[in-house]
């Protein structure tokens, strides 16, 4: 999702025109999707199992995507200025590097059952998916003709969404399978035999986490040995999206930009604080009481959806205003954040999952729709659409503070309220005729 400055492929020769195939680069480049969307949605687990070992509130255990997400705020601008000084590839590689370290120290982390070092290794893989970002959605805008970037976008983005969905399932069988003990079992331990159990309990990340850095390492090493079309600035970006020329004195100057910066903001923050919540929630009574496993199955599902919908959606943005499919998706999605309040049990269970499906289209379609005619200044506003991702690192606490005050079962007015803005923010922005889709 983070962006960086514009760039196009370099003039090949016409014998390497005729011998170039931009399908190789791309499935390369798609695994990189993959991997990120893989490795953020194992936070979804960690959460839950990390609250559980540290007996932490719901506020103290959304501190995982506070340490994780504010990594986009604070390596944006520097990951930026690494891939300028070193090359795209060359910032593809350090940011699988950086993943791999952040996912290594996770393994001291656990050994000496520190909450303060998982959330250093969380930001420190964070930072390393941001340098991949960074470095890795310019080459795909450019394999290929403008006119088709954005069906390369939407099927890399629908590549992201499947690791999204398989990752809760890799981690409720390495992390969560093992049995965890209730309250009744843990006050029956010694203290010596509680500490001991617990330990146990936070080592059981070690080794996804040690098998998930070796597999960086490799990609990293891969990629390395790869030929990939070498790109340089340009202004290709700007005129994919809106006007030449940008009038105003900068990005800021745009209440559109600005206001569609909210409007990631808080669409971040929400999709992240839904997810996170969801392997507690479904442990409720209420919602059926289920076993962590089971419900880190029906998590998986939240992502899944929001992979169809991304299908779904580009058809649809090929027929509709995006700024009306934007408001008719965040009302529905708020809607559904009322039902899963006022109900219990199947429905209260689904109507939650659903909103994945309408989760889909919205980031892609913000960005669009902020940085629609901002011609020279796209760049500018790319960034800043790019740090308000630090949604995602400050609602999530908001909302686990509510699930604290009022309950689980009713902290979601929180998304709520970030849905309804969305969608006022889809109806009043003029909308393009059709939306470039962007990762």
Request: hydrophobic share 55%; proline share 5%; glycine share 10%.
């Amino acid at each position: 999702m983070a962006g960086t400055a514009p760039v196009s492929l370099e003039s090949p020769s016409p014998s390497e025109a005729r011998a170039s195939s931009y399908l190789a680069p791309l499935s390369v480049l798609t695994t990189l999707f993959f991997m990120w969307g893989f490795l953020t949605s194992l936070n979804d687990i960690i959460i839950p199992h990390l609250k559980a070992v540290f007996e932490l509130n719901y506020f103290q255990a959304m501190l995982v995507n506070t340490a994780f997400f504010m990594a986009y705020f604070v390596m944006s601008v520097p990951s930026g200025m690494i891939v300028e000084k070193v090359g795209y590839k060359s910032g593809i590689i350090v940011g699988l590097l950086v993943a791999a370290i952040g996912c290594l120290v996770m393994y001291p982390a656990a050994s000496v059952r520190s909450y303060a070092l998982f959330l250093f290794a969380l930001f420190v893989l964070g930072s390393g998916i941001t340098l991949l970002q960074v470095a890795a959605n310019p080459f795909v805008a450019v394999l290929g003709k403008p006119e088709t970037a954005p069906a390369r976008l939407t099927l890399t983005q629908a590549f992201n969404s499947a690791a999204t969905f398989l990752g809760p399932r890799f981690g409720r069988w390495a992390i969560l399978s093992a049995t965890v003990l209730g309250s009744v079992e843990l006050a029956k331990l010694t203290p010596t035999a509680l500490e001991a159990y617990k330990l146990a309990e936070a080592k059981s990340v070690q080794t996804p986490y040690l098998g998930l850095a070796a597999t960086l390492v490799l990609l990293a090493i891969a990629i390395s040995l790869f030929r990939l079309p070498r790109i340089k600035g340009s202004s290709a970006e700007t005129a994919a999206i809106g006007s030449p020329e940008g009038g105003g004195k900068s990005a800021w100057s745009y209440p559109h930009l600005v206001l569609g910066a909210v409007g990631i903001f808080v669409y971040v923050g929400a999709e992240v604080s839904i997810g996170s919540v969801m392997v507690n929630y479904f442990k409720e009574p209420f919602m059926g009481g289920l076993s962590a496993s089971d419900a880190a199955d029906l998590l998986s599902f939240y992502w899944l959806a929001a992979m169809f919908g991304r299908f779904v959606g580009s058809l649809t943005l090929r027929f509709f205003r995006p700024g009306k499919v934007l408001a008719a998706h965040a009302l529905i999605a708020a809607l559904l954040t009322i039902v899963t309040m006022l109900t219990v049990g199947f429905v209260g269970r689904w109507s939650i999952i659903s909103v994945g499906f309408f989760n889909s289209i919205m980031f892609p379609t913000i960005f669009t729709l902020a940085l629609d005619k901002l011609g020279r200044h796209t760049g500018q506003g790319s960034g800043i659409l790019c740090m308000a991702i630090v949604g995602g690192a400050l609602l999530p606490p908001v909302l686990g503070a509510a699930a604290d005050r009022l309950g689980i079962h009713h902290c979601f007015f929180i998304a709520t309220i970030c849905y309804i803005y969305i969608a006022w923010y889809g109806a009043k922005v003029r909308s393009p005729a059709k939306p470039a889709l962007v990762v």
